[in-house]
């Protein structure tokens, strides 16, 4: 959840959402983020709205803490059921990300599941997923979370490279990695995916290598992969700044983007989002697909952006304000906005095009603009759809640009 927040129109105390929002409410999926802002150091990287124990201060009237979070986040939880009324809205998933989510307690992720389901309950099959860091897990803790309704593990790998992982101020044991796999399988996980970043400073493209093979040989049913970025306000930005380290170089990314794909494809994974692979359709993430093709999210948390029926908001940023204002029984939320029809036109260009299915031709305002993403070899059109082609997915951000002139 990145730590800046846009400007938006305020929102109100309570919560509440235009009509227009709720009348199609249960026609799109319903899916919950669960934003826990706990890490136990801050990556030199990372720009999300996370926090360590230090930076938090000690607990007191209206902190947030790890021991206090679950029943602010369940107090969230009650306070969508009321905004979304009384219509039948199955949850189809639920994330938990941050920060670090394992840091909580096992019981507490279970608890705020239960939450869920017992406001609003759960499709069948509902996909229950957790972000979690190697050194933040154990076989205990895997158990109490599949036991708890779980399904899904997104474990943040990153790199297989001691010197990599240090650079990117990252404290796990790449070993560690192989055994929580284990650990995770045998507990009943049915999905997991491992999360890499390329890029980093000082990466050789054999490292990067290295990191590939190591994932594949944990045989991951989803891989996602991702550039790093220079966040601005971040240590890493600093020190890029300062020449003490490289900026990423694009040639390079390119490389490690296209080795990758080819190590993966080869391996069984497909692509179905730029950066992210699955072993077929029933390992995709389903949460994200949900974000990519503008269903309906609520978002607990501080700094946890929702989206209904066309209307975006998002909490305030800190965990103090957050708890402030829950306990006071108001809506955590600071600012909304809502989509016009253009918005949502402009955000479908820059999110399905993104994927393997393609964007549908008749979201452009003229179909003619696909022709020279297709004369450049960056795209195919299928039937009634525009899909990036390999190159394609190298130089997505220039083909939005012809899209949206």
Not at 121 to 137: H, I, Q
Not at 191 to 203: A, F, K, N, R
Request: proline letters at 6%; hydrophobic letters at 45%.
């Amino acid at each position: 959840m990145p730590a800046v927040l846009p400007d938006g129109d305020l929102a109100p105390a309570d919560g509440s959402l235009p009509a227009t929002a709720l009348a199609g409410l249960g026609e799109r999926p319903l899916g919950f983020y669960v934003h826990v802002p706990f890490c136990t150091v801050r990556c030199g990287y990372c720009d999300f709205n996370t926090y360590t124990a230090v930076e938090l201060g000690g607990a007191g009237s209206g902190a947030v803490s790890r021991a206090t979070y679950a029943d602010q986040a369940i107090a969230e939880i009650r306070l969508a059921r009321r905004v979304l009324g009384e219509a039948d809205v199955p949850v189809e998933t639920v994330f938990f990300g941050g920060g670090t989510p394992t840091l909580l307690p096992a019981t507490d992720l279970a608890r705020i599941l239960a939450a869920i389901r017992e406001e609003f309950g759960l499709v069948a099959g509902a996909e229950v997923t957790t972000e979690a860091n190697p050194d933040s897990l154990t076989p205990e803790s895997l158990a109490t979370l599949r036991e708890g309704g779980l399904t899904r593990l997104s474990l943040g790998m990153q790199s297989a490279v001691p010197h990599v992982l240090k650079t990117l101020d990252r404290s796990h044991d790449p070993v560690r990695v192989p055994a929580v796999v284990e650990w995770a399988r045998a507990a009943g996980f049915e999905q997991l995916s491992l999360d890499l970043i390329y890029g980093t400073p000082g990466e050789s493209l054999a490292d990067w290598s290295a990191s590939v093979e190591a994932a594949l040989a944990c045989e991951p049913d989803h891989l996602s992969a991702y550039s790093l970025i220079v966040e601005e306000g971040t240590a890493l930005a600093r020190r890029v700044r300062r020449g003490e380290l490289p900026a990423p170089c694009e040639d390079d990314l390119a490389d490690k983007y296209l080795l990758a794909d080819e190590r993966l494809t080869a391996a069984g994974l497909r692509w179905y989002e730029v950066s992210n692979w699955a072993t077929g359709p029933e390992a995709r993430c389903r949460h994200n697909v949900l974000y990519w093709t503008g269903a309906d999210w609520w978002g607990v948390g501080p700094g946890a952006h929702s989206h209904v029926g066309g209307v975006r908001w998002w909490n305030v940023k800190h965990p103090t304000a957050y708890a402030a204002r829950l306990g006071a029984g108001v809506s955590p939320a600071q600012a909304r906005e809502e989509l016009g029809e253009e918005d949502r036109r402009v955000e479908r260009v820059l999110l399905e095009l993104r994927l393997a299915t393609g964007l549908p031709l008749d979201v452009l305002d003229d179909p003619v603009l696909a022709q020279r993403p297709v004369a450049d070899g960056l795209a195919v059109i299928d039937g009634d759809r525009l899909a990036l082609t390999r190159r394609g997915r190298l130089l997505a951000d220039a083909v939005v640009r012809d899209l949206l002139p």
